[in-house]
């Protein structure tokens, strides 16, 4: 499985933006896809995921402001983060777990930028 992250960019503070990711491969052998970021000088977290069932998991942090979906007919995984603030800024990076695999796949990531 392979994921390929895009959407990110430079966006004014309060603006929207739309991530999206999409998988090639084995992609039947997906259970979850989800979103971390990881700021400059900070840890990676957990944004958003979501099962091939539909159940979604968001960060506390962000609810509200961030909304997962997934189109399992194009193997792509969205992320639309709204209101955005300077503290959004970071590397964001679509992940999936292969079901009866431990380790999960990462895409390459996308850069966003939010200007204050």
């Known amino acids: 499985v392979q994921l390929q992250a895009s959407g990110g960019g430079l966006v004014p503070a309060g603006g929207s933006l739309r991530l999206s990711c999409r998988a090639s491969?084995?992609?039947?052998?997906?259970?979850?896809m989800g979103w971390y970021r990881q700021a400059p000088g900070k840890q990676r977290e957990a944004v958003a995921s979501i099962t091939d069932f539909g159940v979604i998991t968001y960060a506390e942090s962000l609810k509200g402001r961030v909304t997962i979906s997934r189109d399992n007919a194009k193997s792509t995984v969205y992320l639309q983060v709204d209101m955005l603030k300077p503290e959004d800024t970071a590397v964001y990076y679509c992940?999936?777990?292969?079901?009866?695999?431990?380790?999960?796949?990462w895409g390459q990531g996308t850069l966003v930028t939010v200007s204050s």
């Open positions: 491969g084995s992609v039947f052998r997906i259970n979850v």
């Open positions: 992940q999936a777990q292969l079901k009866l695999t431990i380790q999960p796949v």
